[in-house]
């Protein structure tokens, strides 16, 4: 009996990790991180020297952002709701980005990214954090 209750909590433990959702930040390749940003993000971001694209609509990502306080950059044009959380403390940690990349709406009502769709895939998040996080 005792045996089945070991078994049992054991199989309980693995299967807590198995159904649990993936976070992206737990692996990434940043050269494919990079080929998404390039392709999906250039469109409203810049990222200096990384890639001649440069858009304009959203802030330059070039400083970097993980681990920073969210609206901390030059930019001018942030959404209320982006200042609403970076007086609330907000930071780009990787759980938040994660949250926030996959669907920005959800994350933080009214924000500037309200026309982006988000990231579905948690390895194609990952990856754009892992290449976030080099910058």
């Given at each position: 009996m005792k045996k089945l209750g070991l078994t049992?909590?054991?199989a309980l433990f693995t299967?807590?990790?198995a159904a649990?959702?993936?976070?992206?930040?737990?692996?990434?390749?940043?050269a494919k991180g990079a080929k998404y940003a390039k392709k999906k993000c250039t469109m409203c971001h810049s990222f200096g020297a990384k890639f001649k694209k440069k858009g304009k609509l959203g802030p330059?990502?070039?400083?970097?952002?993980?681990?920073?306080k969210a609206g901390q950059t030059k930019f001018k044009k942030y959404s209320k709701a982006?200042?609403?959380a970076a007086k609330?403390?907000?930071?780009w940690d990787e759980a938040n980005l994660d949250k926030f990349l996959?669907?920005?709406v959800k994350f933080l009502k009214g924000t500037g990214m309200?026309?982006?769709?988000g990231i579905k895939k948690a390895g194609d998040r990952a990856n754009v954090i892992a290449f976030l996080k080099t910058l």
């Open positions: 049992f909590i054991a299967l807590s990790f649990s959702p993936s976070f992206a930040g737990d692996a990434g390749d940043a330059s990502l070039e400083a970097g952002i993980v681990d920073k982006m200042k609403k609330g403390g907000l930071v996959k669907k920005p309200r026309t982006f769709p």
